[in-house]
């Protein structure tokens, strides 16, 4: 089943379907097409009004546990959309305005959002190109972005939080697993029960972090003012950075605080202020 609507700007995507494979591609289209294959896409009903375009899988009872469906979604660039799945996969390309996607227990992948994401699945995967403010919770997946613009919240219960570069304030939690920030321009807060921190590239602001077993290592650029509080019970602290005295007025700083029960904490003095952009 397929249906095509005229849509000569951006518009407002709703899909809710159980399970199955749900893909919305963003381009430069004045055209929307939704089409549908796998069991019974009769079921599944198809509207555009004004600037809202839905796909809904109809239910036909309380026993009913949702039909095994395909669905391809073609939209302007710019969209926003919204998904409800019970265990499908979603993956978009292209760029969209916003994303908002809840599963059960699929993986979630986004290419390119401008602005908010929100992302919550119960064992799924996450993966992320680009994002605006972000939040992503799964209970044991794990989540993987590449950029980050705006803050950004992360949760997993056993899985990994991997962040390529967060040029906004990152909030990040894992029962379990590592998390590993490659490049942070803003204030982090990170937490992991048993798994390991690192940090490959501070740049300013205030950095909280704390894990019971596992390690700490943070770099910290050349000639950057750092005020540092660290302790663990029975860990080994090591540190090479260079002292570069109290900041000027203006000047970016750095307050790290690393809290560990037995893990090791290090804090690496980097040989270069490259990457600071």
Do not use: C
Not at 95 to 120: C, F, H, I, P, Y
């Amino acid at each position: 089943m397929e249906r095509t609507f005229n849509t000569p700007s951006p518009v407002d995507l709703f899909l809710e379907f159980d399970r199955g494979q749900v893909i919305v591609m963003a381009g430069d289209t004045t055209e929307s097409t939704i089409r549908v294959e796998g069991d019974q896409p009769e079921r599944v009903r198809i509207e555009y009004s004004g600037n809202q375009l839905s796909a809904v899988v109809e239910r036909r009872s309380v026993f009913d546990f949702g039909a095994v469906l395909q669905v391809w979604a073609t939209v302007p660039t710019g969209s926003r959309a919204v998904v409800r799945t019970g265990s499908a996969d979603v993956r978009t390309s292209g760029r969209l305005a916003s994303a908002n996607v809840q599963t059960g227990s699929g993986d979630v992948e986004l290419a390119e959002v401008t602005g908010q994401v929100n992302v919550g699945t119960g064992s799924g995967d996450v993966r992320i190109g680009t994002a605006g403010e972000t939040r992503v919770k799964t209970g044991s997946g794990d989540i993987a972005v590449s950029e980050v613009n705006g803050s950004s919240s992360f949760g997993t219960g056993s899985g990994d939080v991997q962040v390529d570069h967060a040029r906004g304030r990152v909030v990040a939690k894992a029962a379990s697993g590592n998390i590993v920030i490659e490049k942070a321009d803003d204030d982090l807060q990170l937490n992991s029960a048993s798994g390991d921190v690192e940090v490959g590239r501070l740049r300013s602001g205030e950095v909280a972090v704390s894990t019971a077993s596992g390690s700490v290592r943070l770099g910290v650029p050349p000639a950057i003012p750092v005020w540092t509080d660290i302790s663990t019970i029975t860990g080994k602290v090591t540190s090479d950075l260079v002292g570069a005295g109290r900041p000027e007025p203006g000047q970016e700083s750095l307050r790290l605080r690393a809290k560990t029960v037995s893990g090791d904490v290090r804090l690496v003095q980097l040989e270069t202020a490259e990457d600071l952009r």
